[in-house]
C-alpha cells in the first residue's frame, strides 16, 4: 500500500516529535510544523530519511559541532537556521 502524500508528512510530524533526545524534539518539531508541508516529495524522501539518523549525530550536525553528510548538508544547514536559540546559546 502506498502511503499518501497527507500521510507521509503527518508521519514525518509525529517522528520529529518523538526523538530520543529533548534538544531534537523541539528543534525537529517546530521545524515539521513549519517547513513540511511545502516540500516537494524528494524533500519529504530525503527529510525521512534524515529522521533515521541518530539524535545525537543531528544534534551535533545541526550545532556546527561535526561535518554534514553531503546528502543532507542543504536541509541541516535549513534547519539549523531555523533552529537559533535551541542549539546555540
Known sequence: ???TRDTKIKRLR??????????MDLILSAYADAHLAGFSDD????YDR???E????LYAWV???CAVPGD???LVTHIAS???GVVKP
Open 1 to 3: 500500500m502506498t502511503e
Open 14 to 23: 509525529m517522528r520529529s516529535m518523538r526523538r530520543g533526545i529533548k534538544e
Open 43 to 46: 524533500a519529504l524522501v530525503l
Open 50 to 52: 534524515l529522521l533515521s
Open 54 to 57: 541518530n539524535d545525537h549525530d
Open 63 to 65: 550545532g556546527g559541532q
Open 72 to 74: 543532507y548538508l542543504d
Open 82 to 84: 531555523t533552529a537559533e
